[in-house]
């Protein structure tokens, strides 16, 4: 794996997390209308094609290997932060309240604990 996608990644993920911790204490909800709600929005979008970036080279990497990997594990990894960042994007659009920006909260948060778990899997035969 490239660590220094993973580690960018990682660092965007806790970044917008902390982002949306704001608009959540604010009690701000996320609209695309506002400039906070474009930006994150943004964010999150950036975040999508890296994690898009990280699943076309992990792919290509796991069929070009010799070591062993559990390889549905591996996979599993690399698709989960894809199908999370968008979901919980549109969770907090349609939620109105101040808990729209808590779901890209945790969102956010899952992204680092996968890209973490990805790279064990990774490692645990190499």
């Not at 290997?65 to 690399?78: K, N, P, S």
Request: hydrophobic fraction near 60%.
């Amino acid at each position: 794996m490239i660590s220094a996608l993973s580690t960018t990644l990682t660092f965007v993920a806790l970044g917008a997390a902390l982002w949306a911790v704001v608009l959540m204490i604010a009690g701000t909800p996320v609209r695309p209308d506002r400039w906070h709600g474009v930006g994150l929005l943004g964010v999150m979008a950036l975040l999508e094609l890296g994690l898009l970036g990280q699943a076309s080279v992990g792919l290509v990497q796991l069929f070009t290997t010799e070591r062993e990997v559990a390889e549905f594990a591996f996979v599993g990894y690399l698709i989960g932060p894809l199908l999370v960042v968008p979901l919980a994007a549109l969770w907090s659009l349609a939620e109105r309240t101040r808990w729209g920006p808590g779901v890209l909260v945790i969102g956010c948060l899952t992204i680092p604990v996968m890209i973490l778990r990805l790279g064990q899997v990774w490692d645990a035969h190499g």
